[in-house]
């Protein structure tokens, strides 16, 4: 297969780092996987947490770090992930083979990586743990999955286990602004921003979100990473607040429907920023508490499926609900 072209890949390819050194984060996770690595006494790992943290990027650099020739590397390392077919089958045949030879030109133990480790059945990860006792002579696993809970105990006790947690702003934003500038693009304050806040500690997510940003628009600024992805504008939701405050329901109800028309918008990405509008808003407590039981109610309707036109009226009604008693108790006092 020819090379992929730098200039062509994707970013989060590109700027995967190499070594254990250049992740930006976990450092004492990878201190001490880099000290299991030095004194030769790899575990079994398990490696949890949300996506576009590093855990796939970890026990990569952890490979590479053992057998930096590729046809080491090609010997020793047996990557799976969730596109392959992991049923109970797979598990044996592909797993147990790789385990059981023994390679002639690498010493040491050889590694099978199994990523989204979550995704396989309970009967394959059974049928795992009996491979991982009986080959631990020579082979060290590295499971790597978002949830531990999806995991079987029996695996978890067999393994040391990491969680790798989402990445800081103060983080990420020192990584972004070199890949920014290796890449020559302009990014705002107000955009960076609005990267960090939407990809929620994922950087996958932000340097995705750069990168589509950066070939769609000159600049990176809020407004245009925010239309790029599809999300709605800030000044957007605050708008749809206002009417649903201010406005008659029918009012509410049509121009909101036109702005979700104009601009391509979700109920549900709408409702999640309503929410979070909701709580910066200086209601009096009851009524805040009111209105977001009513907005959880809405979110629930609308993800088993339910008429989007409904669930909006759903959403205005509950302002509206709130929002007039706090209105008489304003004609009064
Ligand atoms: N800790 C980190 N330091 C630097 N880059 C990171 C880090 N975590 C994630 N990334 C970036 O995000 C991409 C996805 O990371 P990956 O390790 O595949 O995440 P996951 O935790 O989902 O396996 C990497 O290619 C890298 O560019
Ligand atoms: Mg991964």
Not at 55 to 68: C, D, E, G, H
Not at 128 to 146: A, H, M, P, Q, S
Not at 186 to 193: A, E, K, L
Request: net charge neutral.
């Amino acid at each position: 297969m020819p090379e992929l072209q730098q200039s062509n890949l994707p970013w989060v390819e590109k700027y995967r780092p190499k070594t254990l050194d250049e992740l930006i984060s976990h450092k004492d996770i990878l201190s001490t996987i880099n000290r299991f690595v030095a004194e030769d006494r790899l575990p079994h790992l398990l490696l949890y947490g949300p996506p576009g943290t590093g855990k796939t990027t970890t026990i990569l650099a952890v490979a590479r770090q053992l057998y930096p020739n590729n046809s080491q590397f090609g010997a020793a390392v047996l990557e799976l992930n969730a596109s392959d077919d992991r049923g109970i089958n797979v598990v044996r045949e592909k797993v147990l083979t790789f385990a059981s030879t023994r390679s002639m030109f690498t010493t040491g133990f050889k590694i099978i990586i199994l990523d989204e480790a979550d995704a396989m059945t309970k009967d394959a990860q059974n049928a795992l743990r009996r491979i991982v006792e009986k080959y631990t002579d020579n082979v060290r696993f590295c499971f790597i999955c978002n949830y531990l809970s999806k995991m079987i105990p029996a695996i978890q006790s067999r393994c040391t286990r990491f969680r790798f947690a989402p990445l800081s702003r103060e983080q990420m934003v020192p990584r972004i602004r070199e890949i920014t500038e290796k890449e020559n693009i302009t990014v705002s304050d107000s955009g960076m921003s609005a990267v960090v806040r939407l990809a929620n500690g994922d950087m996958r997510r932000a340097l995705n979100m750069l990168q589509s940003t950066s070939l769609s628009h000159d600049e990176v600024t809020e407004d245009t990473v925010y239309t790029c992805i599809g999300h709605p504008l800030r000044k957007d939701i605050k708008k749809i607040a206002e009417l649903m405050l201010n406005s008659s329901f029918k009012d509410a109800f049509t121009q909101i429907q036109q702005i979700q028309r104009d601009k391509g918008l979700a109920l549900q990405d709408i409702l999640e920023d309503i929410h979070l509008l909701v709580h910066k808003i200086d209601f009096p407590t009851h009524l805040r508490l009111k209105i977001v039981d009513k907005l959880c109610e809405v979110e629930f309707r609308l993800s088993s499926g339910t008429s989007e036109k409904l669930q909006l009226s759903g959403m205005i009604a509950a302002f509206q609900l709130a929002r007039d008693p706090l209105i008489s108790s304003m004609d009064t006092s």
